[in-house]
Nanobody, 126 residues
Framework: QVHLVESGGGLVQAGASLKLSCAPS????????MGWFRQAPGKEREFVAT???????YYKESVKGRFTISRDITGNAVNLQMNSLKPEDTAVYYC????????????????????WGQGTQVTVSS
């Protein structure tokens, strides 16, 4: 199990922006697929966005146009720029990674990701 180190969470008001970052503690490992999931209080963890070193970027429909995922290929880091935040975005955000390419039809399946971060809290107040 590789530790994924997350940063960037916080408490902001609606309409504000946050940028989350994630990188593996074991820097020698290169993941093809890296993304973000989130879990709101009392809710099931859900897919937010993912991207592949081998190509392809995918988003949960409700965050399209507001969130942007990007990959630092050389440094093996993944970022999530979150703009126009809404109270419903409040959740613990988890970084996730897979060594191999995850096929498009399965990118939202958390079971496809072998490595996870500890989660970082994002709270959006109204």
């Amino acid at each position: 199990q590789v530790h994924l180190v997350e940063s960037g969470g916080g408490l902001v008001q609606a309409g504000a922006s946050l940028k989350l970052s994630c990188a593996p503690s074991e820097r020698s490992i290169r993941f093809d697929t890296m993304g973000w999931f989130r879990q709101a209080p009392g809710k099931e963890r859900e897919f937010v966005a993912t991207t592949r070193r081998s190509g392809g970027t995918y988003y949960k429909e409700s965050v399209k146009g507001r969130f942007t995922i990007s990959r630092d290929i050389t440094g093996n880091a993944v970022n999530l720029q979150m703009n126009s935040l809404k109270p419903e975005d409040t959740a613990v955000y988890y970084c996730a990674a897979a060594v191999n390419r995850i096929i498009t039809s399965a990118v939202a399946d958390q079971q496809m990701y072998q490595h996870w971060g500890q989660g970082t809290q994002v709270t959006v107040s109204s």
